[in-house]
């Protein structure tokens, strides 16, 4: 999965990408402007769109627009400036191919009976295609394709009377991923999936209670991290304090371990851990597992920067920046025409000639998604002067798509579910490769190994291990993010 968070739009992306981030802070006055700065440091979780909305005593004011945070939020624009109000949500997103419409831009919001609601959604609903098509039936008009409006329709013509109960009278309807934030006039609430699937931490500013998918959205402002949010728990804020509630029936936690791999920042601490620290030690196992007659480590960066710093520690040998990244690819980048693609890969990534030339490399990267960037790269070291160059890559063989709030290939186009390691490495072109064992990602994360039976987190797109019901499958093939309308066509 070359490069951190890449752009979907870029020809040589071949990455799994994280849907979305949310934030949320009750009862401070620089609600809006503190949530634009926690949206920027989630960033990394979707680049596509990012939307606040606020309320300030008397109204809801949403802005939710397409665009990196700084380009919808910044000073060029006057959209935070209409922010005002003491509580706030905010969500950057990463949509899928056809899924980038504005109407899906979240928060999503709706007028209920009982007042307004905005819903902010990390992750994917298993079940939505089958709740929108029952909902459909019933004469629900949805106005996006986003499955955070199944939970919204399904808030609405709940039965119960509280916001709170129908919220969790929603929640006990969907299957699936969700870490979510939802604000009305005089709550804030958070809830994540009885698995716990994707992150959500509790955090404090100037007394002000604070949800965000991860700590480095508190750091940014300030704020200090209270608590991860617990997997099945719903937390309501209001201006009488913070209720806990586990309303739902308690299932096995599957956090999802790609989160340590690559979709967080590594100054978040998930779960207890730091991901920078789990990233090296998956590089120290990894060097233990997989050695290679070399002169230097170099990792593709910057994703896999930590682990090659981990590979060089417990190898002995010297790490070295052999490839250096432009930060400032973006979207308009103009497009290479045929003749001249097979730079594209230099955009973003170059030689560094002087520290490659006739050495025997090994190089470090976090994942090998469709093959076609990994490929790219090697190449382009051997072409610099490398004398080898020994393909290490920090996450097991990923053979299985994932279906809960991370946009991926299907599970055909991943490499590793076509071919076994050698035909890859061929495919590749490396002198040697080698991923690290499923039992070394686990003691990496301070587990003995996998426990087969009751594996500690989800792994699905390594062992096909899918921990939630997977509702919505069309034509043997499970749809990874689902195509809502397509359905209800
Ligand atoms: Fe994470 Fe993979 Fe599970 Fe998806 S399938 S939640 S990416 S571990």
Request: some cysteine.
């Given at each position: 999965?070359t490069?951190?968070h890449?752009?979907k739009?870029l020809?040589?992306?071949d990455a799994?990408h994280?849907?979305?981030g949310?934030?949320g ?14 949206l920027?440091a989630?960033?990394?979780r ?5 939307g606040?909305?606020t309320y300030?005593g008397?109204?809801?004011?949403a ?5 990196l945070?700084?380009d919808v939020?910044g000073?060029n ?12 949500v ?9 899924g ?5 831009v979240?928060?999503m ?5 009982g007042?307004g609601i ?8 298993t079940?939505?295609?089958t709740l ?8 629900a008009?949805f106005?996006?394709t986003s499955d955070?409006e199944?939970i919204?329709h399904l808030?609405a ?5 509280p916001v709170v109960d129908?919220l969790?009278?929603?929640?006990k ?12 006039s005089?709550?804030?609430?958070g ?9 959500l931490?509790?955090?404090e ?6 949800l965000a998918?991860e700590?480095?959205?508190l750091?940014?402002?300030?704020a200090h ?5 617990e997997?099945?728990e719903m937390v309501?804020?209001t201006?009488?304090?913070i209720?806990?509630?586990r ?14 791999i ?8 998930v779960e207890?851990?730091n991901?920078?620290d789990?990233?090296k030690r998956?590089g120290?196992e990894?060097a233990?597992?997989a050695?290679?007659?070399a002169?230097?480590?170099?990792p593709?960066?910057?994703s896999g920067?930590?682990?090659a710093l981990?590979?060089?520690s417990?190898?002995g040998?010297p790490?070295?920046l052999g490839?250096?990244?432009?930060h400032y690819?973006g979207r308009?980048f ?7 693609r097979?730079?594209?890969v230099?955009?973003k990534h170059n030689?560094?000639?002087a520290?490659l030339?006739?050495?025997?490399v090994?190089l470090i ?10 490929r790219r790269?090697?190449?382009?070291v051997?072409?610099?002067g490398?004398a080898e160059?020994?393909?290490r890559?920090?996450?097991p ?12 290939p299907t ?5 590793a579910?076509?071919?076994d390691?050698?035909?890859m490495r061929r495919?590749?072109k490396a002198?040697?490769l080698a991923f690290?064992s ?5 003691r990496?994360m301070g587990e003995k190994?996998r426990?087969?039976k009751?594996?500690r ?6 062992s096909g291990?899918?921990?939630i019901?997977?509702t919505?499958?069309?034509g ?5 993010q689902l195509?809502?309308l397509a359905?209800?066509a």
């Amino acid at each position: 999965m070359t490069g951190l968070h890449d752009r979907k739009d870029l020809p040589f992306d071949d990455a799994f990408h994280e849907e979305c981030g949310v934030f949320g802070i009750f009862g401070h006055p620089d609600a809006g402007a503190l949530t634009v700065l926690g949206l920027h440091a989630l960033q990394h979780r979707g680049q596509e769109a990012a939307g606040i909305v606020t309320y300030d005593g008397t109204q809801f004011i949403a802005e939710r627009h397409p665009g990196l945070v700084g380009d919808v939020f910044g000073k060029n624009s006057d959209h935070a400036q209409k922010l005002k109000g003491s509580y706030a949500v905010g969500h950057v997103r990463y949509s899928t191919a056809g899924g980038s419409a504005v109407r899906n831009v979240q928060p999503m919001f709706a007028d209920l009976a009982g007042g307004g609601i905005a819903i902010a959604h990390n992750g994917n609903l298993t079940n939505a295609r089958t709740l929108r098509a029952d909902l459909v039936r019933e004469g629900a008009i949805f106005q996006s394709t986003s499955d955070t409006e199944t939970i919204i329709h399904l808030v609405a013509r709940s039965n119960y009377g509280p916001v709170v109960d129908r919220l969790i009278d929603a929640l006990k309807q969907v299957e699936g991923a969700y870490s979510l934030v939802a604000l009305t006039s005089k709550k804030l609430i958070g809830v994540r999936d009885p698995f716990g699937v994707r992150p959500l931490v509790l955090g404090e500013l100037d007394g002000a209670p604070i949800l965000a998918s991860e700590t480095c959205a508190l750091d940014i402002i300030g704020a200090h991290f209270v608590r991860d949010v617990e997997p099945g728990e719903m937390v309501v804020i209001t201006r009488e304090g913070i209720q806990s509630y586990r309303p739902f029936a308690p299932q096995p936690e599957r956090f999802c371990i790609f989160e340590y791999i690559y979709f967080s920042r590594p100054d978040s601490n998930v779960e207890g851990r730091n991901v920078y620290d789990v990233r090296k030690r998956i590089g120290e196992e990894l060097a233990r597992e997989a050695p290679a007659d070399a002169h230097i480590v170099i990792p593709v960066p910057d994703s896999g920067v930590p682990a090659a710093l981990g590979y060089a520690s417990a190898s002995g040998l010297p790490f070295e920046l052999g490839i250096i990244r432009n930060h400032y690819v973006g979207r308009t980048f103009i497009e290479p025409t045929d003749g001249i693609r097979h730079f594209s890969v230099r955009k973003k990534h170059n030689p560094n000639r002087a520290t490659l030339t006739g050495k025997r490399v090994i190089l470090i990267d976090d994942s090998i998604v469709r093959g076609t960037t990994s490929r790219r790269i090697v190449e382009m070291v051997r072409d610099a002067g490398a004398a080898e160059v020994h393909f290490r890559i920090a996450s097991p063989p990923t053979t299985h798509s994932c279906f809960y709030g991370v946009d991926t290939p299907t599970t055909e186009e991943l490499l590793a579910h076509r071919m076994d390691v050698e035909e890859m490495r061929r495919y590749i072109k490396a002198d040697s490769l080698a991923f690290i064992s499923i039992d070394g990602l686990y003691r990496a994360m301070g587990e003995k190994g996998r426990d087969a039976k009751a594996p500690r987190y989800c792994d699905a797109c390594f062992s096909g291990a899918y921990p939630i019901e997977l509702t919505d499958v069309t034509g043997g093939r499970k749809d990874g993010q689902l195509s809502l309308l397509a359905e209800v066509a």
